[in-house]
């Protein structure tokens, strides 16, 4: 902070009689996003005070501003997170080629933001030339690299990665498509990285990674605690976790079956954070040992039944975070209510169609009111459940009062739902759970009514995303809830029957509002003069019409997939995009002048 | 990672204007303005005029009782029909805003644009007011009344259409990363051989 010093000594004591370099140091231990954002907003010194002493941005969509605006604002940035894609890309929603290339942010990076020491990409196209623009520039102080759910590069710009950033304490990769040709980029990190922390390449295809290659990370980075790699026969990984000493957290590997079993694993003694891929009813119990040290448990993709998952988690009286599939059943939510008092993160994935139809792998109203009861830390929960009630949503708002993060979706498999419409349990949720800062509920026609759409926008006062899918019946109910949600800034609708005419003028009414995305979106042809009634100045539209995809699936079939049309709108200083592919379709928006018609 | 927000209200000044930018507290003024615009455009102005001739004091009211000339009317957009509609409910701006330094039972004149057409009143305060709250009942009311925007309410039968085809337009929807973990189950099942590492 030399010239900053300076700089700020110059200048003489405010109005409030505090002198630039005092707030300078004040403002250093104001981290949170928003709180920055309204010292910003005091006055133009506080403003520039803020961009010269601002250590991360986060950018939630890398169209709405500029690599070059963002240098211009934040000169002396350490840590940058962009996110590109809209979440629903996560669900194969969005074309591959539909945009969030790093290229012009990392040219910015490698050329103006020389304090830059954290990199991370998310749901973004990046391409092996720009991870070597980045390593050349910024390879000496780059400490943290996070690619997550990424595309676009190959194992040959992690080849540029492993040579240049040797100072690396992270290197994130979890759930990117990676082409890859070798394994040489991890033998790269292995001869000449000596402070990694934390290797993840979890959820990647990567299978030409060689076990020996982990175990010398393994013994030459002594820091070594988060450890997430792709499938891997366990066995070959004795000599590692022999090797990682320190290692706290570990998920990833294989089970295959093997004739002598899995007894001769160990794992290292600290050892708290753990997710077996295919691990199953038999090899379960070589997990017992650690059981009661576990603080995190991966259960997503195991192989594991309803018994199983009881006899696992009663043995975790301290387990802080489960991620599982609905197989886990009520009958395992209730041992959860029972033996996992600490619980603050809970999520439970839909299994496939075919699999959930006894009974036993479902989860409904009896194991949420269960876990309302029992884990009374609770702060994110996300749950597909095939029966649900307007009682276990009561439960909800009246037992779980830390609750940040609720996403609940109602599976389509039962045709009769016990308790709809969940006006009721909806309201007493909101109500109850004042934190709620992420919401998300997916129901059926009949789920909710206007009237308990409207709940949503009235009770919903500290919300700021929001995905809401077959809620409502009209309009109206859209235009009731439009009148509440004052933080709402990112909007995510599905599968409701709104007009334009009433989407337009509920974007107006929610203040707050600076992203929205709808699915389902009919044909542009049909609406056009509705659909320009929501262009507005500085706000971009663009709309993917529905298309048909065929692709080859895992087992050689071919499968036909219809993707319904959907629209995004975003607030943006940098107007319409350019690198759009020929699919989307951009409003032409009139530049309406607001100030012709006002003037008498 | 959940956070506890903290307010950090300097000047005590209001929470929402804090984390409003100009730009978007000067788009709230426009917006208001609009909306008495849209509130009074759904009334005809026949009415208006009969209900001020009604109730004005000034004997000299109706002479000065003008319309422009929808030629030398100000430039309105190019759709205003659009425009209007969509702010429904707004708060209205009182009339006393725009009058002049006059006051109570004097006359101040109230502007309204109507269907391309200006035209202006000069009304004492409480008739305004009136006149306004006329106008909210009327758009509150009835939607039929709208001239303009035959979009609004579609016919119950094309609602159930859409309802219907969407039904079967969106599945529950996965992540990729589980998708993939339940195509490679169904494999390792058929399979015999296990992945080479």
Same mark, same amino acid.
Not at chain 1, 3 to 25: F, M, P, R
Not at chain 2, 168 to 182: E, H, N, T, V, W
């Given at each position: 902070?030399?010239?900053?010093?300076?700089?700020?000594?110059?200048?003489?004591?405010?109005?409030?009689?505090?002198?630039?370099?005092?707030?300078?140091?004040?403002?250093?231990?104001?981290?949170?996003?928003?709180?920055?954002?309204?010292?910003?907003?005091?006055?133009?010194?506080?403003?520039?005070?803020?961009?010269?002493?601002?250590?991360?941005?986060?950018?939630?969509?890398?169209?709405?501003?500029?690599?070059?605006?963002?240098?211009?604002?934040?000169? =002396?940035?350490?840590?940058?997170?962009?996110?590109?894609?809209?979440?629903?890309?996560?669900?194969?929603?969005?074309?591959?080629?539909?945009?969030?290339?790093?290229?012009?942010?990392?040219?910015?990076?490698?050329?103006?933001?020389?304090?830059?020491?954290?990199? =991370?990409?998310?749901?973004?196209?990046?391409?092996?030339?720009?991870?070597?623009?980045?390593?050349?520039?910024?390879?000496?102080?780059?400490?943290?690299?996070?690619?997550?759910?990424?595309?676009?590069?190959?194992?040959?710009?992690?080849?540029?990665?492993?040579?240049?950033?040797?100072?690396?304490?992270?290197?994130?990769?979890?759930?990117?498509?990676?082409?890859?040709?070798?394994?040489?980029?991890? =033998?790269?990190?292995?001869?000449?990285? /000596?402070?990694?922390?934390?290797?993840?390449?979890?959820?990647?295809?990567?299978?030409?990674?060689? %076990?020996?290659?982990?175990?010398?990370?393994?013994?030459?980075?002594?820091?070594?605690?988060?450890?997430?790699?792709? *499938?891997?026969?366990?066995?070959?990984?004795?000599? %590692?976790?022999?090797?990682?000493?320190?290692?706290?957290?570990?998920? +990833?590997?294989?089970?295959?079956?093997?004739?002598?079993?899995?007894?001769?694993?160990?794992?290292?003694?600290?050892?708290?954070?753990?997710?077996?891929?295919?691990?199953?009813?038999?090899?379960?119990?070589?997990?017992?040992?650690?059981?009661?040290?576990?603080?995190?448990?991966?259960?997503?993709?195991?192989?594991?039944?309803?018994?199983?998952?009881?006899?696992?988690?009663?043995?975790?009286?301290?387990?802080?975070?489960?991620?599982?599939?609905?197989?886990?059943?009520?009958? +395992?939510?209730?041992?959860?209510?029972?033996?996992?008092?600490?619980?603050? #993160?809970?999520?439970?994935?839909?299994?496939?169609?075919?699999?959930?139809?006894?009974?036993?792998?479902?989860?409904?109203?009896?194991?949420?009111?269960?876990?309302?009861? +029992?884990?009374?830390?609770? !702060? =994110?929960?996300?749950?597909?459940?095939?029966?649900?009630?307007?009682?276990?949503?009561?439960?909800?708002?009246?037992?779980?009062?830390?609750?940040?993060?609720?996403?609940?979706?109602?599976?389509?498999?039962?045709?009769?739902?016990?308790?709809?419409?969940?006006?009721?349990?909806?309201?007493?949720?909101?109500?109850?759970?004042?934190?709620? #800062?992420?919401?998300?509920?997916?129901?059926?026609?009949?789920?909710?009514?206007?009237?308990?759409?409207?709940?949503?926008?009235?009770?919903?006062?500290?919300?700021?995303?929001?995905?809401?899918?077959?809620?409502?019946?009209?309009?109206?109910?859209?235009?009731?809830?439009?009148?509440?949600?004052?933080?709402?800034?990112?909007?995510?609708?599905?599968?409701?029957?709104?007009?334009?005419?009433?989407?337009?003028?509920?974007?107006?009414?929610?203040?707050?509002?600076?992203?929205?995305?709808?699915?389902?979106?009919?044909?542009? /042809?049909?609406?056009?003069?509705?659909?320009?009634?929501?262009?507005?100045?500085?706000?971009?539209?663009?709309?993917?019409?529905?298309?048909?995809?065929?692709?080859?699936?895992?087992?050689?079939?071919?499968?036909?997939?219809?993707?319904?049309?959907?629209?995004?709108?975003?607030?943006?200083?940098?107007?319409? #995009?350019?690198?759009?592919?020929?699919?989307?379709?951009?409003?032409?928006?009139?530049?309406?002048?607001?100030?012709?018609?006002?003037?008498? | 990672?959940?956070?506890?927000?903290?307010?950090?209200?300097?000047?005590?000044?209001?929470?929402?204007?804090?984390?409003?930018?100009?730009?978007?507290?000067?788009?709230?003024? #426009?917006?208001?303005?609009?909306?008495?615009?849209?509130?009074?455009?759904?009334?005809?102005?026949?009415?208006?005029?009969?209900?001020?001739?009604?109730?004005?004091?000034?004997?000299?009211?109706? *002479?000065?009782?003008?319309?422009?000339?929808?030629?030398?009317? %100000?430039?309105?957009?190019?759709?205003?029909?659009?425009?209007?509609?969509?702010?429904?409910?707004?708060?209205?701006?009182?009339?006393?805003?725009?009058?002049?330094?006059?006051?109570?039972?004097?006359?101040?004149?109230?502007?309204?644009?109507?269907?391309?057409?200006?035209?202006?009143?000069?009304?004492?305060?409480?008739?305004?007011?009136?006149?306004?709250?006329?106008?909210?009942?009327?758009?509150?009311?009835?939607?039929?009344? !709208?001239?303009?925007?035959?979009?609004?309410?579609?016919?119950?039968?094309?609602?159930?259409?859409?309802?219907?085809?969407?039904?079967?337009?969106?599945?529950?929807?996965?992540?990729?990363?589980?998708?993939?973990?339940?195509?490679?189950?169904?494999?390792?099942?058929?399979?015999?051989?296990?992945?080479?590492?």
């Amino acid at each position: 902070m030399g010239e900053n010093y300076n700089e700020l000594k110059k200048s003489t004591a405010s109005q409030t009689g505090l002198t630039d370099v005092v707030l300078g140091w004040v403002m250093l231990y104001i981290d949170d996003p928003e709180d920055r954002s309204a010292v910003s907003l005091v006055c133009r010194r506080w403003y520039e005070l803020d961009a010269l002493t601002r250590k991360h941005i986060t950018v939630a969509l890398c169209y709405t501003t500029s690599p070059e605006r963002l240098r211009r604002r934040f000169p =002396h940035l350490e840590s940058l997170k962009l996110k590109g894609k809209p979440r629903a890309a996560m669900f194969d929603m969005i074309p591959e080629d539909w945009g969030g290339y790093v290229t012009p942010w990392v040219k910015e990076i490698a050329e103006n933001l020389t304090c830059l020491k954290s990199v =991370h990409f998310r749901r973004m196209i990046v391409n092996d030339s720009d991870l070597e623009v980045l390593g050349r520039s910024r390879g000496e102080v780059l400490r943290c690299l996070k690619l997550d759910k990424c595309s676009g590069f190959s194992t040959d710009g992690l080849l540029h990665v492993g040579r240049l950033c040797r100072q690396l304490r992270t290197l994130f990769l979890e759930d990117s498509s990676i082409i890859e040709k070798d394994g040489r980029w991890i =033998h790269e990190i292995a001869m000449n990285n /000596s402070v990694l922390e934390t290797l993840n390449f979890y959820m990647t295809d990567l299978v030409k990674v060689s %076990f020996e290659d982990l175990q010398l990370i393994a013994r030459n980075c002594r820091n070594l605690v988060s450890v997430k790699i792709s *499938d891997c026969e366990i066995l070959d990984l004795v000599g %590692f976790f022999h090797a990682a000493a320190v290692l706290e957290e570990f998920n +990833g590997g294989s089970f295959y079956d093997q004739p002598d079993g899995y007894a001769a694993v160990t794992f290292p003694s600290r050892l708290c954070r753990l997710g077996l891929t295919y691990m199953g009813k038999n090899e379960m119990p070589i997990v017992f040992p650690f059981a009661p040290l576990f603080k995190e448990l991966d259960l997503l993709y195991a192989l594991l039944d309803t018994e199983d998952h009881c006899l696992l988690i009663q043995r975790c009286p301290n387990l802080e975070v489960l991620k599982t599939r609905n197989v886990i059943g009520d009958r +395992g939510l209730e041992v959860v209510a029972r033996s996992c008092k600490q619980l603050k #993160r809970l999520r439970i994935e839909a299994d496939a169609e075919e699999e959930g139809m006894e009974d036993e792998g479902l989860v409904s109203q009896t194991g949420l009111m269960a876990l309302a009861q +029992g884990c009374l830390k609770l !702060e =994110h929960l996300a749950v597909y459940v095939s029966d649900i009630t307007n009682a276990s949503l009561e439960y909800i708002g009246t037992y779980l009062k830390n609750m940040c993060d609720f996403r609940l979706v109602l599976l389509d498999q039962k045709e009769r739902i016990t308790d709809l419409p969940l006006d009721k349990g909806v309201r007493a949720l909101l109500r109850g759970c004042g934190k709620l #800062r992420r919401f998300a509920l997916h129901l059926r026609p009949g789920g909710l009514t206007d009237a308990g759409l409207g709940y949503i926008g009235k009770y919903s006062w500290n919300i700021r995303w929001m995905l809401l899918g077959y809620v409502g019946e009209s309009d109206a109910g859209l235009l009731e809830f439009s009148k509440g949600c004052p933080k709402l800034q990112k909007l995510e609708i599905g599968g409701c029957f709104f007009s334009e005419h009433a989407l337009a003028a509920a974007m107006i009414r929610l203040t707050s509002l600076r992203y929205l995305w709808v699915l389902g979106y009919r044909e542009l /042809s049909q609406s056009s003069r509705d659909l320009l009634a929501m262009t507005r100045l500085f706000w971009n539209i663009e709309l993917v019409p529905a298309r048909r995809v065929v692709k080859t699936d895992r087992v050689g079939e071919v499968v036909v997939v219809e993707h319904p049309g959907h629209l995004l709108a975003y607030y943006s200083l940098e107007g319409p #995009r350019i690198d759009f592919p020929d699919l989307i379709f951009r409003l032409n928006y009139q530049r309406i002048s607001l100030y012709r018609s006002i003037s008498l | 990672m959940s956070r506890a927000s903290v307010e950090l209200d300097f000047f005590g000044m209001e929470k929402q204007n804090c984390c409003k930018s100009r730009f978007q507290k000067s788009l709230d003024r #426009r917006l208001s303005f609009r909306g008495l615009q849209g509130a009074l455009s759904k009334v005809n102005p026949e009415l208006i005029k009969s209900v001020i001739a009604s109730g004005l004091k000034n004997p000299q009211g109706q *002479d000065n009782v003008y319309q422009m000339d929808s030629n030398k009317s %100000f430039s309105v957009p190019s759709s205003p029909k659009e425009t209007q509609s969509l702010f429904p409910a707004l708060p209205l701006l009182t009339p006393a805003a725009r009058a002049t330094s006059e006051n109570g039972p004097e006359t101040a004149p109230l502007t309204i644009f109507y269907n391309g057409t200006v035209s202006v009143f000069n009304v004492p305060r409480d008739k305004a007011e009136s006149i306004l709250k006329l106008a909210v009942e009327v758009e509150g009311n009835s939607k039929n009344v !709208e001239p303009i925007d035959s979009k609004v309410a579609s016919p119950p039968s094309d609602r159930q259409q859409l309802l219907e085809t969407l039904n079967g337009d969106l599945p529950i929807a996965r992540r990729k990363s589980l998708q993939r973990f339940l195509e490679k189950r169904k494999e390792r099942m058929t399979c015999a051989s296990p992945y080479a590492c």
